[in-house]
């Protein structure tokens, strides 16, 4: 989350100029958790974690993603509060959100079998492993755009691949 004492105007590093290798295998690695899973639940896995984790950056990136693939406006808005919206939300998607914060929050008490169990019903195991993946890579993400203070808006994934 950010606040006065962590928002700042100084520049940091520029992770992906300073560690190329480091920031090339984390898009192997996204890409790869990606594999398979439905475009839409990335997105809104990607937006809940970065909810979560207060990261502007990658919640204005998803987000606009998530519109530019379709996502409803109406969808996008109620993310942040979908166990009281689940009628927006799929099964497997609500499953994907649970197992999203439960991993995003696992210093608040790990993530819980009922929890584990729901996400394991929907997806078969390889999906279940990717879609861990894609929990872990959008946390690294977020701890990336935090500590090095991307800028929301800035987002300049084009101009490097």
Not at 90 to 96: H, L, V
Not at 125 to 132: Q, T, Y
Request: glycine share 4%.
């Amino acid at each position: 989350m950010t606040n006065e004492s962590t928002t700042t105007d100084s520049v940091r590093v520029d992770f992906a100029k300073a560690a190329p290798k480091a920031f090339k295998a984390l898009i192997s690695f996204d890409a790869a958790a990606r594999e398979g899973l439905d475009p839409a639940l990335v997105e809104l896995v990607q937006i809940r974690s970065s909810q979560l984790n207060g990261c502007a950056y990658c919640l204005h990136m998803h987000t606009s993603d998530a519109r530019k693939a379709g996502e409803s406006e109406e969808r996008l808005h109620m993310i942040s509060v979908w166990r009281e919206a689940r009628n927006f939300f799929t099964e497997p998607e609500q499953a994907a959100l649970e197992l999203a914060e439960a991993v995003t929050l696992v210093s608040d008490g790990g993530v819980p079998d009922a929890v584990y169990r729901r996400a394991a019903a929907q997806f078969a195991d390889d999906e279940l492993a990717r879609l861990l993946a894609l929990i872990l890579t959008i946390n690294t993400w977020n701890r990336i755009a935090l500590s090095t203070a991307k800028v929301p808006g800035t987002d300049q994934r084009g101009a490097r691949r």
